[in-house]
């Protein structure tokens, strides 16, 4: 079983640049979730969906953008790349909700320079 | 609003004696409790989890922790750590309020000879 898939595993960006961190789940989970880790501050949630079609902000929301088409897929985009934004991304999934066991992807680091 | 707070951020214990690891946690309601662990550059595997069951929930490799309602507290224990132990662990906190998870900031757990 796959789980869930997060491309790419690492990327260095240059101030200003855009782009997308992938994530895709195949156990059919309704809620998916993207986080940042930063050392001492544990994961922040940055959006979730909690199915096709419906997104919604977490806690630090602000020069990241979701959507959902699919299921399956949950991509986050960064707009225009800051070095604050330097961190790890974890993509998660579960069932029905985060009352619910949550499977997480590998993580993206990421460096803006 | 929902909380959590790890008391300690790093834990050093000697292989073969017992781990306690402290986590308190505010909620506004019946809470769903979860520890996750993270060995280093992987992505969180759930270690247990409390969702209104038995207080004293068993979870993956020897690991337990308890629920105490009065003393809002949710501590990790094991009675033996062994090496592979050695890792961070992920206090997390979620309830039908928010609709999301609240992370912990984390306990780095080093286990020596």
């Known amino acids: 079983n796959a789980g869930v898939t997060q491309t790419p595993k690492f990327q260095v960006l240059k101030t200003g640049q855009s782009m997308t961190l992938q994530c895709a789940q195949d156990?059919?989970?309704?809620?998916m979730s993207w986080y940042r880790q930063d050392p001492g501050m544990g994961l922040r949630l940055i959006h979730y969906?909690?199915?096709?079609?419906?997104?919604d902000q977490g806690e630090v929301p602000n020069g990241y953008n979701v959507s959902r088409s699919t299921t399956e897929d949950f991509p986050l985009r960064l707009l225009s790349a800051a070095p604050s934004q330097t961190s790890v991304y974890f993509c998660?999934?579960?069932?029905?909700?985060?009352?619910?066991?949550?499977?997480f992807g590998q993580g993206t680091r990421l460096t803006v320079v | 609003a929902q909380s959590v707070t790890q008391l300690d951020s790093h834990v050093s214990v000697s292989e073969g004696t017992p781990v306690l690891l402290r986590c308190n946690y505010s909620?506004?309601?019946?809470?769903?409790l979860f520890w996750y662990v993270q060995h280093p550059n992987k992505g969180l595997q759930l270690l247990l989890k409390?969702?209104?069951?038995?207080?004293l929930v068993k979870g993956i490799n020897g690991f337990e922790a308890e629920f105490k309602k009065s003393e809002t507290s949710f501590h990790l224990t094991k009675p033996s750590a062994h090496m592979s132990d050695a890792a961070e662990y992920f206090c997390?906190?979620?309830?039908?309020?928010?609709?999301?998870?609240?992370f912990g900031t984390g306990t780095q757990l080093k286990v020596e000879l």
């Open positions: 409390y969702t209104s069951a038995a207080t």
């Open positions: 998660a999934s579960s069932y029905s909700g985060p009352h619910t066991e949550a499977f």
């Open positions: 969906s909690v199915g096709a079609g419906i997104t």
């Open positions: 156990m059919n989970h309704e809620y």
């Open positions: 997390v906190v979620s309830d039908l309020e928010g609709n999301k998870l609240t």
């Open positions: 909620s506004s309601y019946s809470p769903s």
